[in-house]
Each structure stands twice: as structure tokens, then as C-alpha cells.
């Protein structure tokens, strides 16, 4: 064996575990984002919940910051590895590089085993049967394609280029995680969207605490008030906000002794199926409404029923008793 394979320990084992840990994010998190592209695509009726839709556009973020960093990262060390192997044969041949390989295969057909009973329980509590299907095969594919791989490298003996079979794996690897991530911004929008979705989700928070205000208001003084700035409160603690992006005032207007209208400017317009946001408040008789909105200007008019939100009574000091 060559002095060069002979002075190898540390930098190998490191490297070899960074291929492995590298490996181990982009197939996992590939999975994840294949999995909420499916969740997105084909929507559940049965799961049609705000809370889980905005889960799905969070899971699909972080996948694809994840595979961003790591696919990259496993390309980049495997092509560093392939040119040591081709300079120095001898360290293909290194235990702990057999080690490290050897378990790799055991790791991935484990989590391949854990992916697949987890989602065959989602399939036994209700999942729809197309939403199974595709993600089992999703499981599999992913499994069946890093057991392959991985099974090449423990038996590999030599370096240089490698079979058609692994080439073809690459590239395809390379192809559909490439198109997946490409396919997850147009589910999810660009970072862009992302910033003004969150800043109207901030001008619709800013609403809902002025309506509060107003609610409370009538509720003290049987009457509504007349301008936002009626609603500014020294001790209370409350000013009226301002548009986040424009810091510009609310538009406010009061219709009738007990309806009044809320007026912002919206960037974005809210697509509950695609993760859009609602907040629904109950401050109107009947069915409570929620704060869906167009790009643009739009107005929210409200009515307060009384027979739900009853006037506060002025409290009454205690008389005290005279001073003898």
C-alpha cells in the first residue's frame, strides 16, 4: 500500500461521513417536499384545515432550503472523491470507508422502512387512496435508487468512470430534484410573495386589534368612535397602527350607529389553496367572517349585535360611610 494511503485517517473518515450526512438530507428532505407537493396537488377533503396547509407551504420551504445546500454539497463531494480514487486506487479499499458505506445501506433501509410504515398508517386512518399511492411510490423510488447506489459504491474496486446505470442514476437524481424544487416555488411562490403575504398577514393582525378596539369602545360608551385616533388610549397603552409598508393610516368609517367599515391595501391576494392565511373573528351576528382579500384595496364592513356583545355598565363607587 502507497504512503499516501498509509498517512489517510481523520480527513477520510470526516469526508466520507460529510458525503454520508449530505447524502442522508437531500433524499430525506427530497421525500418531504415530493410528499407536500402531493399533499398540495391532491388535496384532502378531510383535511382541508388552515393550520394544515400553512404546514404544508413551511414543510415545502425548508425542504427546499435543505436540498439547496446538501444536493450540491453530496455532487460536489462525490466528483472531489471520484478524482482521489482516480489519483490513488488503493483508498477505495479503506475500511472505514467500507465501514461507513456498509452502514449507510443499513441507515437508508431503515428510514425507508419507517417512511413507508408511516405512510401506510396515514393511509389506515383515512388518507385518500390516490394521496397513498403516490407517496408510497415516492418511498420506494427514493429507497430503491440510494440502496442501489450505495450498494455500487460497497462493491466498487477501482476508481475512474462509472457504470452507465450510475451515471443514468445521477443525472436523473440531478433532473428530479431540480424540477421538484422548481415545482415547490410555484406551489409556494417566490421570496418575494412570501415577504408580501407575511406583510399582509401583518395589515390584517393590525385590523383585527383596531376592530377589537372599536368593539370595546361601543361596549364602554354605547357609541362607536368617529376617527381611529378617538381610539388612542395614554394609559391603555393603545395607538392605533399604521401600515406596516406605508406607514400610512387605516381607513375607517362609520355607517351606521352599530356598522362600521375597515379599509387596507393588500399586496397579495389570499388563495386558500395555496396556504393562504385566514383569521376568522366574531364580531358579527351569524356566521363569523373572516379577513379574505383581494390585491388591492378592499374594506371589511362589520356590524355589531348587541345581543352578543352587550354594553358595559359604568361601575359605581361604593358609598362611604360618614366620619363620626
Known sequence: MSDAVKTTGPK????????????????????VLLFQLVNHWVPDPALERMYVREATASAMRWAIAMLVVAAPVFFIITRHLRREFERVPERIALR????????????????????LVAVINEF????????????ALIVLVIAAAVLWYERWE????????PPT????????????TVAAIVTGFTA?????????QRIDEERVQHLSNIQNEIVQRWQRT????????????????????????????????????L????????????????????RSIAYMSGDAENWEHAAGRTCFTRTIDPSRYKPIAPSIPPKRKPID
Open 12 to 31: 477520510d473518515v470526516f469526508v466520507q461521513l460529510l458525503l454520508i450526512v449530505a447524502l442522508y438530507l437531500a433524499a430525506t428532505h427530497l421525500g
Open 96 to 115: 472505514s470507508r467500507r465501514w461507513l458505506t456498509a452502514f449507510t445501506l443499513f441507515a437508508a433501509a431503515v428510514i425507508a422502512i419507517g417512511d
Open 124 to 135: 389506515l386512518k383515512g388518507e385518500l387512496t390516490g394521496r397513498f399511492a403516490l407517496k
Open 154 to 161: 460497497f462493491r466498487r474496486t477501482s476508481g475512474g468512470r
Open 165 to 176: 446505470s450510475i451515471l443514468v442514476l445521477r443525472w436523473g437524481a440531478i433532473v428530479v
Open 188 to 196: 409556494i411562490g417566490s421570496p418575494w410573495t412570501a415577504r408580501q
Open 222 to 257: 354605547n357609541a362607536l368612535p368617529t376617527t381611529l385616533d378617538a381610539l388612542r388610549d395614554d394609559i391603555g397603552g393603545f395607538t392605533a397602527p399604521m401600515d406596516p409598508q406605508t406607514n400610512v393610516s387605516y381607513e375607517y368609517r362609520v355607517l351606521a350607529p
Open 259 to 278: 356598522q362600521f367599515e375597515l379599509c387596507a391595501v393588500f399586496s397579495t391576494e389570499t388563495d386558500a389553496k395555496s396556504g393562504g392565511y385566514r
